[in-house]
């Protein structure tokens, strides 16, 4: 029952997602459970999605095991990706994503990203003695570099999303990672959210990352607490982030990304107001095309 539940709340999402006014959304596939059903529900999702023109433009796959130490859980969350992959080209799709999820180190009590975005939080850690983040580092690229072997083959763009608190957790850490990846279908998610409430300076990002901007999450905060909030509510200086991603030639979506933990409004409002919002800067700067 829960199960039809869940569909019955996917389906409707992407009915009400065409009737703000989008024409484009993302999707996600959590863990094992949903992976299963998406494969069973694949044909009524794209057959929806054609009859509302709805694009499905980033399928992000969360499975939290693909950066584990355990080499029978990351080789089954590999697996698993490459379904994804599968599913992905099926709805017609051209790019998947990954998180770098939580280090593998012992939390004593709270646990961030246990359900969700958090904050205002202190966590307590131990660091097991047989751990070495080098080795795991290692591990990591050696996964991401599979992983975007496998995107690649079936055409796919990877893109990886910097988050508070995971293993790959601001711009640099993503630079150092792509950089040992070596990939060309291999990059970024720019989160403004994330990287916002981890004090980096937006445009100074994108100066960074370059040509390496995949796919941008769009939501405001105020550069303390990680709130995605509506742009235009927060401190991000949204006309310089556009015109540094226009300076680098940036082609690709920006995804309204309200909502969540510690989130309060309409949310629906917000979604369309920050819609309105980003459409109006473009505009504005002769970037709307």
């Known amino acids: ?22 024409e484009s959304t993302e999707i996600e596939i959590m863990h094992e459970s949903q992976l299963s059903q998406f494969k069973r529900n694949k044909e009524k999702i794209r057959r929806i999605c054609d009859n509302l023109n709805l694009n499905i433009i980033d399928l992000c796959a969360i499975f939290p095991d693909i950066v584990s130490l355990n080499d029978d859980l990351r080789l089954k969350s590999i697996k698993h990706f490459e379904e994804c992959c599968e599913i992905t080209i099926y709805l017609g799709c051209d790019m998947i994503q990954l998180d770098s999820f939580r280090p593998p180190i012992n939390f004593l009590g709270k646990t961030p990203y246990k359900e969700a975005i958090s904050f205002g939080h202190e966590y307590k ?8 983040w080098n080795v795991f580092w290692d591990e990591m690229v050696d996964t991401f570099k599979t992983c ?25 850490s993503m630079l150092r990672l792509m950089d040992a990846v070596e990939r060309e279908n291999f990059g970024a998610v720019l989160d403004t959210g994330h990287l916002h409430a981890q004090k980096e300076i937006l445009p100074l990002s994108v100066e960074k990352l370059k040509s ?37 030639s940036y082609k690709g979506y920006i995804a309204i990304d309200v909502g969540g933990t510690g989130y309060k409004g309409n949310i ?18 002769n970037l709307l095309g």
């Open 148 to 172: 975007s072997e496998i995107a690649g083959k079936y055409g796919l763009e990877l893109c990886l999303e910097p988050r508070v608190g995971e293993n790959i957790s601001n711009t640099d």
């Open 212 to 248: 390496k901007v995949f796919y941008v999450h769009a939501s405001d905060n105020d550069g303390r607490d990680n709130f995605h909030l509506a742009l235009g509510k927060g401190t991000i200086d949204w006309e310089s982030l556009i015109k540094a991603l226009a300076k680098h």
């Open 1 to 22: 029952m829960a199960i039809r539940r869940q569909w019955k709340k996917i389906f409707t999402s992407l009915k009400e997602i065409s009737k703000l006014g989008f």
């Open 268 to 285: 629906e409002e917000d979604i369309v107001s920050s819609k309105v919002f980003i459409e109006g800067l473009l505009n504005r700067l």
């Open 125 to 132: 850690v131990d660091i097991p003695l047989g751990f070495d």
